[in-house]
């Protein structure tokens, strides 16, 4: 299954799939593309969610493994997601009903808030046990959003944390019953109302600047 | 009214006038000129306050639509205070009776610590809403003392803050019951006895560099 | 009494001394040659701690005061032996038992997390209080690890913090009672296992990179 999109009123929801979710260059591109249209219907905030038991898994180790010349690019297309999720001129929050491992981690953090369903799920940086380093511009990322205390909690150390915990170290803002990830993401969204585009994007890529200039360097 | 000056023993009292205590020139004027007293006068402590209901509106739309051409000089002059107020060497508290609006919250925090009334007014980054961008000097000074999950909600949403809530967030340090808001700030000041203005200086302009190079280049 | 390295199954314990532990050259010379065995026997985690009331009372000013000549010397080895424990490629917990003050809390800030006794000790940066500056780099240092509102509680005022007050601000992860800091440092570094030295000192010096490169300019 493929990124989907579709909408509760003004609001975009992008359903990222049932599956793992992982960055494959189809995926990216899909995303993107749905990206581009959010932004031209002028819908008042963006909600990624996905409708099995991963957010996303991050990575997709077997296609990179297989184009180990095209790395350099992949990583470009992996960080300019990053940084364009980050930077949206539209209100963002990811909603997820179950694990973000890794890059998809990040691409929940890109996103002004998060949501988390309770029972289910872990929020987790592997990277430390699976022996891959952080790039300076990923770690600009994670450290754009997260306090210290919470980064040598879940990056130096490589702990899953569930719904209640990972918003106990603010990884993600809320918790959420099951299934209603994406009520309660729509609930943040709501008193925000329509935002200039242009203002808004404007204030995150002033706020986020640093880590912005590193994931697209 | 203009911005009055008052001691409470040793702790100088700057109240910031009565109305919207706006940045007027003359106001800019007349708050530089007080603090110009106050570490002449060796004062242990500044608490800035005011008598009315706001603590300030923040920047004067009205005299600046008036005078477009001067806005460098103004944004200038703006920025040039709250570096002053940020690296202040002696101990600082803003103290507010009401509400703290753009330039205003800002201005609120560049002191070391702020107490906001419980029971009225608020605590707001109105930018997104009206369309005003924010400098990078300006994120900055806002980066340096807030976290990343107030920053997200309260600069990105443009959302007001009660007195309770903005405690919650750690846009202020505590609440005060209506009209006690002065005797807080004095209760946090106390402990803290007499600094030595070059060592407090220094540590403030060494811990705030990033924010003070930016707000005075 | 010089600092002492044992073993609790796979994990590091270094005692640093019965005494108040300042930073002399040797004390820094026996910590630095310790850390070297640490490393090259594959410790799964190393917990810093004492024998007395004083975790550290830091720099050792009597040394200095008689060595003037090598202040600039001495910072450099100093701030490097921070910058070692900030980075260091396996995971670091400080046990404190009693008094952590200036440059002894900053030790214990460069690690990864800081248990601390409940019922006896302060963790305090008292340089504000006794006119010592703080360099960039220290300030580096401390801002990589504590939140703004830390900062500002503990270093513009020079508060003294007992265990209970130093866990509320962040400037500690836990309390322990007496007695108990290894223990329960143990048991902090206990659910982490073993990791790879390589991708554990590569990720700390990439989230850190900007107090390391300052420490050891």
């Given amino acids: 299954m493929s990124p989907a999109l579709t909408y509760r009123d003004t609001v975009a929801v992008l359903d990222l799939g049932a599956v793992e979710n992982r960055f494959s260059p189809e995926f990216l591109a899909a995303v993107n593309a749905h990206l581009d249209t959010v932004l031209a219907d002028g819908a008042t ?5 996905a409708s099995g038991k ?17 790395a350099p690019w992949y990583v470009e297309q992996v960080q300019g997601l990053l940084a364009r999720v ?12 179950g694990h973000a491992f890794g890059a998809g981690a990040m ?6 808030q998060r949501v988390m369903r309770a029972d289910r799920g872990y929020f987790c940086f592997p990277e430390v046990d ?9 770690a600009a990322l994670v450290q754009a959003k ?15 944390f569930g719904g209640a915990e990972a918003h106990e170290y603010g990884l993600v803002d809320a918790t959420a019953a099951a299934g209603t990830e994406v ?3 729509t609930a943040l969204l709501a008193p925000l109302g329509a935002k200039d585009q242009g203002t808004l994007g404007s204030i995150k890529s002033v706020f986020y600047a640093g880590a912005y200039t590193a994931l697209t360097a």
């Fill in 130 to 138: 699976i022996r891959v380093p952080f790039t300076p511009a990923l």
């Fill in 146 to 160: 997260l306090s210290a205390e919470a980064i040598t909690a879940a990056v130096l150390t490589g702990r899953r």
């Fill in 54 to 70: 991963f957010y996303s898994n991050g990575l997709d180790l077997e296609w990179l493994g297989a184009h180990g010349e095209r």
């Fill in 183 to 185: 009520e309660i993401a």
């Fill in 107 to 112: 691409l929940a953090l890109a996103h002004d």
């Fill in 45 to 49: 905030g963006l909600i990624t969610t």
């Fill in 86 to 97: 980050l930077t949206l001129p539209v209100p963002s929050v990811a909603a997820l009903p």
